[in-house]
């Protein structure tokens, strides 16, 4: 019904490490053009919206036109770490409602998974518009939210002229990060925005430097934080993150 | 060295509800070796057990297993000095249309007689132990003659977690009088060594059987695989119970759909105000005791003192700081949503109200919250209606409530994904 061939195994499990925190029950969707997820956290805060078109794989063959996958990322990441490195990976999946998972390297691993047995429900996409799209590098942009975890629970987002900051106050005191246009790989912007989100699910979000060394945010005044890693071979995480209700 | 009394600094702090909220006399944050507000309750104590050698009794039938000297505990048959139907002594299930005063009278009167003996001893009982538990065995209560080495003493048990029981005494012999049947199901997993304690609490739980009575089985080692069986106090015992049955609960309704609107549920009971809000999201649980001056844990206080504890979807790996009543609730709220077939999240607000200081055990606000979800609720569309509703019904600050609550910041100051579809 479904064969899909990852050159690296190590990619499938980083991309399911990169989303468990977001995502307990992942309902992946396999079309002739791709895999895709769109799943939203339970507090429905931040939404994940992940596609891997069939160039991604080495290999991708669909015999039906929708073929839904459903389970437990959590228990699949505990099951396959110490699966990692150097091995080929196929993902196959049968009539019998179990996702096979074969380990190719180092002698050869079956793992077999029940599907989960509910369906995923069906999320729009957002309408949004962004006024700032920043490029910047997924280590020194993690970095800043660390800092700033430490003085508040949420990181307010600002930008301005040529600038960009990230800023953070509570009793305790005050983080400010500043980068100007020359800090950042790329600074877009067409009107001033300034927005409030989670430190704890930002630092869900960020920092996934495994998957790309640069990460892409866009935002606007109370708007959700987009933030994208473009993978290998067209592939594309992105993430959403609705602000605070209010800006400080 | 020889250190002179006067050298010795005073190591204890006072009271206050920043040290006592958490702590609820179990675990002497304020440095002393006893609770000196458990002690307070505790002075008025009648004289008639002081000359007591032997009881003869019903036990309903009950044990108590101490924490103290843990693994080395005491363990022994709980029963007053008299005979007939005291099965009700030891079924908080029933409990709750009770005076308060009645239930402490009644559960005075059930004397803690006492061995020590190693918890692991469980596994390979010696005979006194076999015939305790198989007095557990019975759902009627047994008579039960007890040679005691010594007078009870003066003191009550009043903890935050177990109901009160009366004073304590070793025992020499004890025999038991009265035979009735064993209750089958119980027998059953009783007698299965293969069967691990959370399956066999489960079990218990599914036959209906009450949870006051599981972690009565529990403690006494009679659950579990044969090479683990313990003894476990009491006090843990009890939350052990909730713990496991809740968590079973959780993972069940996670697999149903959340209610459609918000819920809110309130009642008064016993000057407890008890106010639950459940959303319609997914499943996450916060529980908030308000704790008034001149109530248990804030007797001297001029202050509320609020303290809260949260788990998100996933759970939570560390233990609640607010202890034994987190865990009751838990099961309260969860038994609720798995018998609609629903899931939600969930925030349970006890305001404690001047006037209640006694301390009777976590059944009561096990049976309060089953309680209040039997009655009807008020449904609302929209969040901030029934957060008004909500600050309207309760006593403290809007504001102070809203800094220690994890799902109220969240409702009231963070966007939905949802609205930007």
């Known amino acids: 019904m479904l064969t899909i061939e990852f ?3 190590k990619s499938w499990i980083e991309l399911l490490e990169a989303i468990r925190d977001i ?4 309902f992946f969707v396999a079309t002739p053009e791709g895999l895709s997820l769109r799943a939203m956290d339970s507090a429905r805060v931040a939404m994940v919206d992940l596609k891997l078109p069939s160039v991604y794989f080495s290999n991708y063959n669909i015999e039906k036109e929708e073929v839904k996958i459903g389970f437990s990322i959590s228990s699949m990441v505990k099951i396959l ?8 990976l196929t993902l196959e999946l049968g009539e019998e409602n179990l996702i096979k998972l074969r380990f190719i390297g180092k002698g050869y691993h079956t793992f077999e998974f029940p599907l989960l047995d509910i369906e995923g429900e069906n999320i729009p996409s957002l309408k949004l518009k962004f006024d700032a799209k920043i490029k910047i590098e997924t280590k020194v942009l993690m970095d800043a939210v660390e800092n700033i975890e430490k003085f508040s629970d949420y990181a307010t987002f600002k930008v301005e002229s040529e600038k960009f900051m990230i800023y953070g106050k509570s009793e305790k005191g005050r983080a400010t990060s500043e980068f100007s246009k020359e800090d950042l790989i790329e600074l877009q912007f067409e009107n ?3 927005s409030s989100y989670s430190t704890e699910y930002l630092l869900n979000i960020l920092g996934k430097d495994n998957l790309s060394e640069i990460t892409v945010i866009e935002f606007a005044t109370k708007v959700p934080l987009k933030v994208t890693y473009n993978l290998e071979n067209e592939g594309e995480l992105v993430y959403y993150l609705a602000p605070r209700t209010e800006t400080e | 060295m020889i250190i002179r009394a006067s050298k010795i600094k005073r190591l204890y702090i006072e009271p206050s509800p920043s040290i006592c909220i958490p702590c609820k006399g179990s675990k002497y944050l304020c440095g002393r070796s006893y609770c000196p507000l458990l002690l307070k309750f505790n002075k008025n104590l009648s004289d008639q057990n002081k000359h007591l050698l032997v009881i003869e009794g019903t036990s309903p039938p009950s044990i108590f297993v101490g924490r103290y000297n843990y693994p080395k505990v005491r363990i022994g048959p709980l029963l007053p000095n008299k005979f007939g139907s005291t099965e009700l002594y030891d079924i908080p299930e029933f409990w709750l249309t009770l005076r308060i005063e009645d239930i402490l009278n009644f559960r005075y009167e059930l004397i803690r007689s006492y061995n020590s003996i190693k918890v692991d001893e469980a596994k390979d009982p010696r005979n006194w ?5 198989d007095m557990l065995l019975s759902s009627k209560g047994v008579d039960i003659h007890v040679k005691l080495k010594k007078n009870p003493t003066k003191l009550n048990l009043i903890d935050d977690v177990i109901p009160p029981m009366g004073p304590s005494a070793p025992f020499e012999n004890f025999d038991i009088l009265s035979f009735h049947s064993s209750d089958r199901s119980l027998e059953k997993v009783y007698y299965d060594y293969d069967l691990n304690a959370s ?3 489960i079990k218990l739980y599914n036959n209906g059987m009450y949870v006051s009575r599981i972690s009565k089985v529990l403690s006494a080692g009679m659950l579990g695989l044969k090479k683990y069986r313990k003894f476990v106090p009491t006090r843990w015992s009890i939350t052990a119970v909730d713990d496991t049955i809740s968590k079973h609960l959780i993972a069940k309704l996670k697999f149903y759909p959340t209610i459609d609107k918000i819920r809110v549920f309130k009642k008064n009971i016993h000057l407890n105000n008890f106010i639950i809000i459940m ?7 916060e529980w908030i005791e308000a ?5 248990t844990w804030n007797i001297q206080g001029k202050d509320v003192s609020i303290e809260s504890d949260y788990e998100s979807y996933v759970g939570r790996k560390d233990y609640a700081k607010l202890g034994g009543c987190y865990y009751s609730v838990r099961l309260a709220v969860s038994e609720y949503l798995l018998n609609e077939k629903r899931q939600a999240k969930v925030l349970a607000i006890r305001e404690i109200l001047p006037g209640f200081v006694t301390s009777i055990g976590v059944w009561f606000v096990r049976e309060s919250v089953r309680n209040i979800l039997k009655e009807n609720y008020k449904e609302f569309e929209n969040s901030l209606e029934a957060l008004n509703y909500v600050f309207e019904n309760l006593n403290i600050s809007k504001d102070e409530l809203i800094l220690k609550s994890k799902i109220l910041k969240d409702e009231l100051q963070q966007n939905k994904i949802n609205m930007y579809y």
């Open chain 1, 23 to 26: 995502v307990e029950e992942a």
């Open chain 1, 192 to 194: 001033e925005a300034i």
């Open chain 1, 81 to 88: 770490k110490g699966m990692r490195k150097g091995y080929k």
């Open chain 2, 291 to 295: 704790w008034y001056p001149n109530t």
């Open chain 1, 7 to 9: 050159e690296d195994a």
């Open chain 2, 129 to 133: 132990i076999i015939n305790l538990q």
């Open chain 2, 279 to 285: 959303f319609p999201e997914k499943w996450s649980y």
């Open chain 2, 199 to 201: 399956e066999a609490i």
